[in-house]
């Protein structure tokens, strides 16, 4: 993806998130991602149904390659079902990583294909991909989907 | 000032992040590289002539710091830094000392190392922790000190300088005030003491601790300073060897008298002796003047900053080399990485000072914090990159 094309995606996202805004509603799982490494703050809350990705919303103070990943991943996320969320977090976890990783399930969030040049910045990267995790995780220990 | 003194600014750097920790001059790395050349051993236990040498050395430290902060040399305990100097105070002084119900005045300006040990205690002892509001330039003043004194306020613990907005207490009226109502006065001086003249005896205060790696010194050693009759009434925290006059089977043990009661275990040697050296350093170029000379710079830089319509400053008064400021819609942390891009070092974030936020309402901050070897081309070079900050997203992203 040319460089210009991948800073307007990222912009884009930071400066108009998508789903920004917590709501109450106790259908939702929800984590906070308190980074132990920078200052970034988030709170995310998630729904879960039938196995599906309903929704994912999300709200706080945070740099923009943290806030441009959270908005682009929530987009990817939401309509797969948990499996598949999975597969895609993986693979994002590898190519922020620098390890092999399967283009073809990343779309949009390819933008961060070359974050390893910014090794300070993986970690923003990957906020979004721990929540999403940890959250996850949650309904695993419950064992219910 | 003395910019050849400093390796890391032979390269095309700007160091602003002195409020974290300075850069070291050569004379402190020498005087460390000595002791692991030529002298290296342990003190207090050996006969021979290197450890006599190591053994003078660390010792004169002492001697070093009574004079640079105006003490009595065996009053200063050397620490690993002033987070364990303050906890130090907390745990070994006031646990023993303070009763559920007592109270202690805080701020919300105050690094994690002056509230957390405080809330820990509290949580341990049922001490009450109140925060002295701060007034509209989110400083201390004495007026509020005085309407959150009650009979059963027992100590008041504060920065003499804090770390985000650099205000400086006056610790003598503060002291002299709450003395006259029985209130003990522990000073965390880790943003004073490497950038102007603090004076113990004179300010009266109760305990003042800091850190060495803060004022061209090495990391892992800092001081803690208190008068004599209160660090007899203090518990060590750490027992061992050094520090034990006897121990016997049937449980009875003899401390070594103050402050070496409270050195247990091989202490930082090199770093110790570094921070010697570093104090020397200052002491030759003088206080009064590394003061003077930050103090000009903030102005300086405070003339420039306020043609630039998009950054926001939070301190313009205050009277210390710190400035915290954001740039209008951008993350601070986004910040710091953009001037990072032009070799300019700052700090972004809430500096520790997580319950400034309910104050300032702002979480997070760039911090520029100056020191002695910072220029007016430093400056410049800030203001320039600050200037051209609407093409900051061109640049990080």
Known sequence: MDNNLKREIIIENYQDPMNRGLIDDNNY??????????????????????????????????????????????????????????????????????????????GELLVYDEMYKQPNRKNCALIPKVAVEKMLGEIENESDY | MNREDFFMLNSDISYFDNGATTLKPKCVIAAMDKYYLEHTSNIHRGDYDAAIKTNELYDNVRNIVSEFINCDSNTCIFTSGATMSLNMVVFGYMKKHLKKGDEVLLNKAEHASNILPWIKLSEDLGIVIKYVPLDDNYELTLDNIKKMITDRTKVISFAHVTNVIGDVRDIKKISEYCHSKGILVNVDGAQSVPHMKVDFKDSDIDFLSFSGHKMCGPTGVGVLIGKKELLEEMDPLIYGGGMNSFFEEDGSYELKSVPIRFEAGTPPIAEVIGLGEAIKYLMNIGMDKIHEHEVNL??????????ISNIIVYNKGTNTGILAFNIDGVFAQDSSVYLNHYNIYVRAGNHCAKELKDEINIKNTVRVSMYLYNNYDDIDKLIEVLRNSKDIFKIII
Do not use: H, P, Q, W
């Open chain 1, 29 to 106: 799982l929800k984590v906070n991602t308190n980074s132990e490494s920078c200052i970034d703050n988030l709170d995310f809350m998630m729904k879960i149904e039938d196995g599906i990705i309903k929704d994912i919303r999300f709200d706080g103070e945070a740099c923009a390659i943290s806030t441009s990943a959270t908005s682009i991943m929530i987009r990817s996320l939401i309509g797969k079902s948990v499996v598949d969320a999975k597969r895609i977090l993986i693979n994002y976890d590898n190519m922020i990583n620098e390890k092999e990783y399967d283009k073809e399930l990343l």
């Open chain 2, 298 to 307: 903030k102005k300086y830089l405070l003339e420039k900053i306020k043609d």
